[in-house]
């Protein structure tokens, strides 16, 4: 008698005691097809010198991939799968000891058997592992969706909200000036209108942020330098109480093509930040430069720099991303909405910064001067 016709004689023992032995979770919804499956790798063993090596691939391939995504969809610890397939095995090796065989006759059955076994295991697992990570990644998906038409949602309230904020924030800005036209030496009005600018201009970071333009807003020509100029003059009291030097050195006449205001926010933004770090660190004699170049006749390259403290590696990744800040009450949208506007206008914005200096630089497009 050769070892397969014993193990078949043997079949209804080895199950049986297989099915003893083995790990069942309660919660698997698949428990009762689990005997069914020992079967069938049994009888594959059983079959095994019938077959050629690719028909057996084949045949394993199969009752493995079948056999795994049950236990995938059924949540089973992997580790308690593998432990019952190899429980089978060594069921198996116990009875190679009754069949009364010679060692030189088991050992061809026995390299076949650990063959079937460790080809299963393989096939079983590597499907096992796919299956999770699908399983896992249309539940990510869904998650994902979800979180993003809530935020989308989230963002188009937010945008009405504010564009119906910003409407009475305009009238109320046009009576300031009908007051000051009409009581120039009224106290307090200048504040109040810088106070205002100050309110519209976050507003228009949130309606940047969710890339909602104005109605009826047109690009225009506009000077670059001229627009510096009235933006040094806005920031003069800050520049004035923080005892900063402002240096200039940049090229004439430069006349860019796009939305104005949009871009005396970035310089703004960019130039109110090396105040306050500058002001915040005590830094002495706090420097600022700016300075622009041309580049190949058809770019302008502005620099805005300070001799403030040196901005970490690691800030420098994020700083252009929304709600990054480092400022107690900051926002963290002032230099990414700068980032937004400069792609806007076909434009760069890049940051270096080393114990010395921290520079951001402005890279534009010259448009032709307007007929």
């Avoid at 005691?17 to 069942?24: A, G, P, R």
């Avoid at 520049?239 to 006349?255: A, F, P, Q, R, S």
């Avoid at 939305?259 to 960019?270: G, H, K, L, S, T």
């Amino acid at each position: 008698m050769d070892l397969i016709t014993f193990l078949d004689k043997n079949k209804e023992k080895l199950i049986r005691e297989w099915e003893n032995s083995i790990v069942i979770s309660n919660g698997d919804p698949y428990k009762e097809k689990i005997s069914q499956n020992g079967i069938a790798i049994f009888n594959i063993v059983l079959t095994m010198h019938t077959m050629s090596e690719k028909e057996l691939l084949e045949s394993i391939q199969k009752q493995a991939i079948e056999i795994s995504e049950e236990r995938a969809l059924a949540n089973i610890n992997i580790g308690d799968f593998v432990y019952n397939v190899n429980l089978g095995r060594t069921v198996l090796y116990s009875y190679f000891s009754k069949a009364g065989l010679e060692w030189d006759d088991l050992q061809e059955s026995i390299n076949k058997i650990n063959f079937c076994f460790d080809k299963f295991l393989y096939f079983a697992v590597t499907h096992y592992t796919e299956s999770k990570n699908k399983i896992i990644e249309e539940k990510t998906m869904f998650i994902d969706s979800t979180h993003q038409d809530r935020l989308t949602l989230l963002g188009q309230m937010t945008s009405s909200f504010i564009h119906e904020f910003r409407n009475p924030l305009t009238s109320i800005q046009g009576f300031i000036q009908l007051l000051k036209a009409d009581y120039p030496d009224m106290k307090y009005l200048d504040i109040i209108s810088s106070e205002l600018d100050q309110l519209n201009f976050r507003i228009s970071q949130f309606l940047l942020l969710s890339k909602k333009e104005l109605i009826g807003k047109e690009k225009e020509h506009f000077n670059q330098n001229k627009l510096i100029d009235e933006v040094l003059n806005f920031l003069y009291p800050s520049i004035l109480d923080g005892k900063v030097k402002i240096k200039k050195d940049i090229v004439d006449e430069i006349t860019l093509f796009g939305y104005a205001d949009e871009m005396r926010q970035v310089f703004i933004n960019i130039i109110f930040n090396a105040i306050d770090v500058l002001n915040h660190h005590r830094i002495p004699n706090p420097t600022i430069e700016i300075k622009s170049y041309i580049e190949n006749n058809t770019h302008v390259i502005l620099s805005i720099s300070n001799n403030g403290p040196m901005i970490p590696a690691e800030w420098r990744k994020t700083i252009f991303e929304p709600f990054f800040t480092t400022k107690k009450l900051g926002t963290g949208l002032g230099l990414f909405v700068c980032n937004e506007i400069i792609e806007k206008h076909k434009g760069e914005l890049t940051c270096l910064s080393n114990p010395e200096i921290t520079v951001f630089t402005i890279k534009l497009p010259i448009a032709a001067s307007p007929m």
